[in-house]
């Protein structure tokens, strides 16, 4: 139980010309530099979940990756006050896989930096029986957060950031041992 928790990252925007990766690799490298986590990502623009739901051999796939995390931080953006179709897809894609796991999420956009997605994706969160962690990482006026080579100033989002992975260490590590010890009755 002590070794490092496997820590899904899971990018949602899917957009062609999407301000995602620049996030996503910024957060990225910070997680990685954690040793309580085991880092992978699954970025929703290269995988093919069916938005009828239907089985499939990829969703199955997807579903195996789900179910080995131990945690989840979903880089989202703000479209129209939401969040992306895409990412309510990859949430309904799966069910049982989510259950007792926390999420943690880094959000951006324009002058709400992606908080209205947040604030909904909460409320979905729970639903599902995940653990919602407190701290949120969020980009105001995301085009003029990131350098050139993708660093950030953003003292505030640099600060959130490791709050919220110290968050979701503990309760990775205390869900995960609550899961092994008795089994979720969701």
Do not use: C
């Not at 002590?2 to 010309?17: D, K, T």
């Not at 040793?35 to 069916?50: G, I």
């Not at 995301?142 to 600060?159: C, H, S, Y």
């Not at 869900?175 to 979720?184: E, F, H, S, T, V």
Request: glycine share 6%; charged share 25%.
């Amino acid at each position: 139980m002590n070794s490092p928790l496997r820590l899904e990252v899971i990018v949602a925007s899917v957009r062609p010309q999407r301000l995602a990766p620049v996030v996503a690799d910024w957060f990225l490298r910070t997680a990685r530099a954690d040793p309580a986590f085991d880092v992978d990502v699954l970025d929703l623009a290269r995988w093919s979940l069916p938005v009828e739901l239907t089985e499939t051999p990829e969703v199955g796939a997807y579903r195996e990756r789900l179910s080995a995390a131990d945690a989840f931080v979903v880089v989202t953006s703000e479209y129209n006050h939401g969040y992306p179709a895409a990412l309510k897809t990859a949430l309904d894609t799966a069910k049982h896989e989510w259950r007792a796991k926390p999420v943690g999420f880094v959000s951006y956009g324009g002058l709400a930096g992606g908080l209205r997605a947040v604030e909904q994706l909460r409320q979905v969160v729970a639903e599902i029986h995940m653990v919602s962690i407190r701290e949120t990482v969020s980009f105001h006026q995301v085009k003029r957060r990131f350098d050139a080579d993708g660093n950030t100033e953003d003292g505030a989002a640099v600060d959130a950031s490791a709050r919220m992975l110290r968050q979701l260490a503990w309760w990775g590590r205390h869900l995960r041992a609550a899961r092994a010890a008795d089994p979720y009755p969701g």
